[in-house]
């Protein structure tokens, strides 16, 4: 299953797997943003992982497309303005949707990172973090008009959040761009963390 930018809605994958955990856990790319998590989410979603009903369209920046599942980054988005009671019920319900599809999922919101402290409280991912050099990630904010300070500051805010809430957890590292170059040993790559974590591809 490929997903392209002009087709927002996708159906889930075929089950393809065999897992074996107590359930599902999400498979999740993340990194302070600009540094490849696009292209590895289009991977997984390749790889038969179910990665959102309802994705970002890609733009000039990303034409393949975001591979962001839009119900998470809306989520994300409210908690501001949500209870926290509510907030964790809203995130209950969609984690008990994807698990009871019984396949492998994920989902890619650069800006839960900043909420790891929250999403953590009811998950137990499987992470795929990307690094980049943070001269190039500003740069590319930069780049899409963010300014300098801002960019800067998401950096280092997403950064810290990562650095901080992720020890403990399943981690896969990979440094953008030269982990990125060949997709064929990279899908290998993530399939051998996979299987490592519990979870069997067929594709």
């Given at each position: 299953?490929?997903?392209?930018?002009?087709?927002?809605?996708?159906t889930?994958p075929?089950?393809?797997f065999?897992?074996?955990?107590?359930?599902?856990?999400?498979?999740?790319?993340?990194?302070p943003?600009?540094?490849?998590?696009?292209?590895v989410?289009?991977?997984?979603?390749?790889?038969?992982?179910?990665?959102?009903?309802?994705l970002?369209?890609?733009?000039k920046?990303?034409p393949?497309?975001?591979?962001?599942?839009k119900?998470?980054?809306?989520?994300?988005?409210?908690y501001e303005?949500?209870?926290?009671?509510?907030?964790?019920?809203?995130?209950?319900?969609?984690?008990?949707q994807?698990?009871?599809?019984n396949?492998?999922?994920?989902?890619?919101?650069?800006?839960?990172?900043?909420?790891?402290?929250?999403y953590?409280?009811?998950?137990?991912?499987?992470?795929?973090?990307?690094?980049r050099?943070?001269e190039?990630?500003?740069?590319?904010?930069?780049?899409?008009?963010?300014?300098?300070p801002?960019?800067?500051?998401?950096?280092?805010?997403?950064?810290?959040?990562?650095?901080k809430?992720?020890?403990?957890?399943s981690?896969?590292?990979?440094t953008?761009p030269?982990?990125?170059?060949?997709?064929?040993?990279?899908?290998?790559?993530?399939?051998r963390?996979l299987?490592?974590?519990?979870?069997?591809?067929?594709?």
């Open positions: 299953m490929i997903w392209t930018p002009d087709k927002e809605i996708i889930p075929r089950q393809a065999c897992y074996y955990g107590d359930y599902p856990r999400p498979i999740i790319p993340i990194g943003g600009r540094c490849g998590t696009s292209f989410a289009k991977c997984l979603s390749e790889m038969d992982i179910f990665m959102g009903y309802k970002k369209k890609g733009d920046w990303s393949d497309g975001y591979y962001e599942d119900e998470f980054l809306e989520l994300t988005a409210s303005h949500k209870s926290k009671e509510a907030w964790h019920e809203k995130l209950s319900r969609l984690i008990r994807r698990r009871n599809l396949i492998p999922w994920g989902f890619k919101d650069p800006a839960m990172c900043t909420l790891l402290q929250e953590l409280k009811q998950l137990n991912p499987i992470f795929i973090r990307l690094r050099d943070k190039s990630c500003i740069a590319s904010f930069v780049k899409r008009g963010v300014n300098q801002k960019a800067l500051n998401l950096y280092k805010d997403r950064e810290e959040a990562l650095d809430y992720l020890k403990g957890h981690i896969l590292r990979v953008c030269s982990g990125l170059k060949d997709k064929t040993e990279l899908k290998n790559l993530i399939r963390y299987l490592n974590c519990g979870i069997k591809l067929s594709n």
